[in-house]
């Protein structure tokens, strides 16, 4: 692969809620449901790209995620996947499908998040990464991003092979792609079928039908069980069966089927033989248990325990603060981004605060219109530099921070970097302490997070620092003085 394969769409949160009946609800003749455990992980254009890292792609995802709890959870999840998030903004609330199970059935499914809203403009790194793609894979799910007008330009001129997973309420794939891969029910709702055709002349009479409507290269139908049905320029279609017969949760089916495709594209795969290996990776996919088993175990955690990669709802012990955590942070950024403010963000373990943190924070906060502090947690503090640190909980480095006029909110995370929380927060600007601007070379170097920035077009700055404050030093010196 010359470069990413980059994964375009729409991101939704799945939820899966499982759990026992055992009795009928007292004021209505409906099962009862008792919890006992409870899943996320992304879904839509997420899992698809979350699927095509898994075979060990480079991955990239465009999409929007908003600024509330759901969206910072998506981004977690999707950094635990390595996945890399180019964010675009998303007016309102987070889409949300829960499933709720028993013994291995879905017992009701309930949506949230209500209407879709129009995603905001890519930056220029995001339109250039389209076009840098080995191949490209449009995952839309009819919630926008497929919609908007510079990706739709940005995936017409690009070079790489386009894969177009249609919705029936998003729009007609962009002329020329490579391959569409509609399912059934979505070919029969975009073209309609003749009264009593066969199941395969409906199939190929619709992806003849797109194939023209769209210019596309191919269509190929997804037959569930049965397999697909490829449609290109000849006049027969190709049937490719599955290699045996599988029964079992089919949801991400469509998914797999789709990033498998792409990824046999961008290895050189002909079409015929892309969807050859999709057959069979879907089919595998489902025979091997579906989405619950094909995910990393530390990607869809019990909600009881925290996720690798988790940003934290609230730190363990800390008392109820609206400057504190997911629900405080998607607050603010909703009220300042709402007035056209600059949002402006920090990171760091922040132990034992010192005049030197004072003075960035200090510095930061004047060069917007709130500043959020990015913390690492006690977990991630100890990976870092050593399983003695840190010397102050992240309970209490949150109590301090916010006790800070110019600080208006704290967001703890668990990796070694706040990449993750970066791409929901999306800062305008990012700001170290002048000591990091030290040694030379480019701004990437001199700052990691600076190649993040640039997915969203932040910007990356270092402010002045005070000499001689340093957290280590500071316990060296106190441990010397302890020992005389």
Not at 226 to 232: E, I, Q, R, S, V
Request: a negative charge; charged letters at 20%; aromatic letters at 2%.
């Amino acid at each position: 692969m010359r470069g990413p394969v980059v994964v375009l769409g729409d991101t939704l949160l799945d939820r899966d809620v499982e759990g026992v009946v055992n009795r009928l609800c007292p004021d209505s003749p409906v099962p009862v449901l008792d919890e006992t455990s409870a899943v996320d992980r992304p879904g839509g254009a997420g899992l698809a790209a979350v699927f095509a890292a898994a075979q060990g792609a480079e991955v990239v995802l465009v999409t929007a995620l908003a600024d509330d709890a759901g969206g910072a959870r998506l981004s977690a999840l999707l950094a635990a996947a390595g996945v890399q998030v180019y964010p675009l903004a998303l007016p309102g609330a987070t889409p949300e499908k829960i499933r709720l199970r028993a013994r291995g059935r879905v017992l009701l499914r309930h949506d949230r998040g209500g209407a879709s809203g129009d995603p905001g403009e890519p930056s220029e790194e995001v339109l250039r990464v389209i076009g840098s793609a080995s191949a490209v894979l449009v995952s839309d799910y009819g919630r926008g991003v497929a919609r908007q007008p510079a990706l739709r330009d940005a995936l017409a001129a690009t070079r790489a092979p386009v894969v177009w997973d249609p919705h029936p309420r998003g729009p007609e794939a962009v002329p020329g792609v490579h391959l569409a891969t509609p399912n059934e029910s979505e070919v029969r709702e975009l073209v309609p079928a003749v009264p009593g055709a066969s199941r395969l002349a409906t199939a190929s009479r619709g992806a003849q039908g797109l194939r023209r409507r769209w210019r596309a290269g191919a269509v190929a139908v997804t037959l569930g069980g049965d397999g697909a049905l490829l449609c290109h320029a000849g006049s027969t279609p190709l049937v490719v069966p599955t290699p045996g017969s599988a029964e079992g949760d089919t949801c991400g089916a469509g998914d797999r089927f789709a990033a498998a495709a792409s990824l046999a594209l961008a290895e050189g795969a002909l079409v015929s033989e892309a969807v050859q290996a999709a057959v069979a990776e879907a089919s595998r996919f489902v025979a091997g248990g579906g989405v619950a088993a094909a995910l990393p175990t530390d990607l869809a955690p019990a909600r009881s325990a925290p996720a690798r990669g988790a940003l934290r709802a609230l730190p363990r012990g800390v008392v109820a603060s609206d400057r504190v955590g997911v629900a405080a942070v998607a607050n603010l950024l909703q009220e300042v981004r709402a007035a056209g403010g600059t949002v402006v963000a920090t990171g760091g373990c922040f132990d034992l605060l010192h005049a030197g943190h004072v003075a960035t924070l200090q510095a930061a906060r004047q060069l917007g219109d709130c500043l959020i502090v990015c913390l690492n947690s006690d977990a991630s503090v100890a990976g870092l530099k050593g399983p003695d640190r840190p010397v102050m909980s992240e309970d209490d480095r949150s109590r301090v921070l916010t006790a800070l006029s110019c600080v208006d909110a704290v967001l703890v995370f668990d990796e070694p970097t706040p990449d993750a929380a970066l791409s929901w927060v999306r800062p305008d600007i990012w700001v170290k302490g002048g000591d990091y601007a030290t040694g030379g070379g480019d701004d990437a170097t001199i700052l990691p997070e600076a190649e993040v920035l640039r997915r969203w077009g932040g910007n990356t700055v270092v402010v002045p620092y005070l000499d001689g404050r340093s957290t280590t030093d500071m316990i060296v010196r106190t441990l010397a003085e302890r020992t005389r």
